[in-house]
């Protein structure tokens, strides 16, 4: 089946540890997108990424690192400089339509951390 | 910056009740539109989009959605909600030739049988 496949689904981190949290796409998307989920706060963006090797902060990049080079994967790592990591994070990709982006997500299932 | 608001953050509906959800943006120029639900354990899906054209957009299991320029609007109607729409609920836009897609904070719907 295509789609975007995030993993691991739950994590747990000690403070002071970096993470990595993958995302895997299969639908040929050009572009992927990582957000951060908080209640109350909806989707916050945090870097996204239009082609291979090329990515853009958000608006909540600090404390995150992202790397872009294969098509289909487009991992994050939560630093240790990111106060406040306990969050559900989740992953993204856009098709082109017409050579354009057209902003339509797909979306994974999502991986909580939770920091202890 | 472009943002995105969503007026009601809690709706609680009785099953066969209308439903409007309020949501406005901040960008001035071309948009492209889209509402998102989250079903409790599930998820984020499209539940519709507006990229040009009509503005009143239908989407999956009975939603619709009106775009009004002149408001920067974009609020989503169901007229009839049923107890499996209780979900989150989020607006989001992407300016046109922008890349970065901006949520709003969700509105959670409760649906009481």
Known sequence: ?116 | AQSVSQHNHHVILSEAASLELGCNYSYGGTVNLFWYVQYPGQHLQLLLKYFSGDPLVKGIKGFEAEFIKSKFSFNLRKPSVQWSDTAEYFCAVIPGGYQKVTFGTGTKLQVIP
């Open chain 1, 1 to 116: 089946d295509g789609g975007i496949t995030q993993s691991p689904k739950y994590l747990f981190r000690k403070e002071g540890q970096n993470v990595t949290l993958s995302c895997e796409q299969n639908l040929n998307h050009d572009a992927m997108y990582w957000y951060r989920q908080d209640p109350g706060q909806g989707l916050r963006l945090i870097y996204y990424s239009q082609i291979v090797n090329d990515f853009q902060k958000g608006d909540i990049a600090e404390g995150y690192s992202v790397s872009r080079e294969k098509k289909e994967s487009f991992p994050l790592t939560v630093t240790s400089a990111q106060k406040n990591p306990t969050a559900f994070y989740l992953c993204a990709s856009s098709p082109k339509k017409a050579g354009a982006f057209t902003g339509e997500l797909f979306f994974g299932e999502g991986s909580r951390l939770t920091v202890l």
